[in-house]
Nanobody, 127 residues
Framework: QVQLVESGGGLVQPGGSLRLSCAAH????????IGWFRQAPGKEREGVSC????????YYTDSVKGRFAISRDKAKNTVYLQMNSLKPEDTAVYYC????????????????????WGQGTQVTVSS
């Protein structure tokens, strides 16, 4: 079964850290750009960070630059989002998605709307 499975969310205090995982099942991530997106209550879904499996290029939305880091473990077929210095405004459901690396850039993917999403993982930043 081809699917992406997000995990690693939770409740954390402001200033804390979490590491999200996006595991691919049934296919390899080798030819894709993988992106993390988030949707907060009452807000539109936004692209947070994207990474290309083909050239390693990355993109971060301005609000997370310097705090979040995206990476890929080829052997585990998994992409991670390390989130540090978390703020209450980072509270959202986080989702991952893929697109073909041959037809889109990391920046374009993070600014594109997609229709199909998994269950996501909830991140709550609160004291």
């Amino acid at each position: 079964q081809v699917q992406l499975v997000e995990s690693g969310g939770g409740l954390v205090q402001p200033g804390g850290s979490l590491r999200l995982s996006c595991a691919a099942h049934g296919f390899t991530l080798d030819y894709y750009i993988i992106g993390w997106f988030r949707q907060a209550p009452g807000k539109e879904r936004e692209g947070v960070s994207c990474i290309s499996s083909s050239d390693g290029s990355t993109y971060y939305t301005d609000s997370v630059k310097g705090r979040f880091a995206i990476s890929r473990d080829k052997a585990k077929n998994t992409v991670y989002l390390q989130m540090n210095s978390l703020k209450p405004e980072d509270t959202a459901v986080y989702y991952c998605a893929v697109d073909w690396a041959s037809i889109i850039t990391v920046q374009a993917m993070c600014n594109k709307e997609y229709d199909n999403w998994g269950q996501g993982t909830q991140v709550t930043v609160s004291s």
